[in-house]
């Protein structure tokens, strides 16, 4: 399928295809890769994200559900850990939000907020946690990405 023909608002993520070098500020510090890929007929975007030491390798699913009027990410990660986040992607404000429990307890709120450059070779964020639900956010890890050339 070709970019004119991709379902919008899906053509809202072709800003995030391609491989990426993950650099996570905290936790070590570790650096890895992210890549973005379309897949069953550009229905799907996939996220495959590698990173060394305590970070799990994970797989992120992302489709647009148009009942709700929003993106989803199942993720799936090599510990056996199943969960969906909501997402928006509004101008370069990029927000993953999960706030209730779904196949993971929810033990805290999650949430990561990044600002994709003006030229969209990188982008700057963070990822935050809540225990008591989303009410106050506290910074788990920085996270800068840089797309590979």
């Given at each position: 399928m070709s970019d004119d023909e991709r379902p919008t608002p899906l053509g809202l993520l072709d800003v995030l295809v391609g491989e990426w070098t993950q650099l996570v500020s905290g936790h070590g510090d570790p650096t890895g890769t992210i890549t973005f890929e379309w897949s069953l007929d550009a229905r799907y975007l996939l996220q495959r994200s590698t990173l060394p030491a305590r970070f799990p390798e994970s797989l992120v699913v992302i489709e647009y559900d148009e009942a709700a009027g929003e993106f989803r990410g199942h993720y799936f990660d090599s510990r056996g850990v199943t969960r969906i986040y909501r997402m928006?992607?509004?101008?370069?404000?990029?927000?993953?939000?999960?706030?209730?429990?779904?196949?993971?307890?929810?033990?805290?709120?999650?949430?990561?907020?990044?600002?994709?450059?003006?030229?969209?070779?990188?982008?700057?964020?963070?990822?935050?946690?809540?225990p008591d639900g989303g009410n106050t956010w506290e910074l788990d890890f920085g996270l800068r990405l840089e797309r590979q050339p």
């Open positions: 928006t992607l509004t101008g370069s404000e990029w927000m993953l939000l999960r706030t209730e429990p779904d196949f993971s307890e929810l033990g805290l709120a999650q949430r990561f907020v990044g600002i994709i450059a003006d030229d969209g070779r990188s982008v700057d964020g963070r990822w935050e946690q809540s």
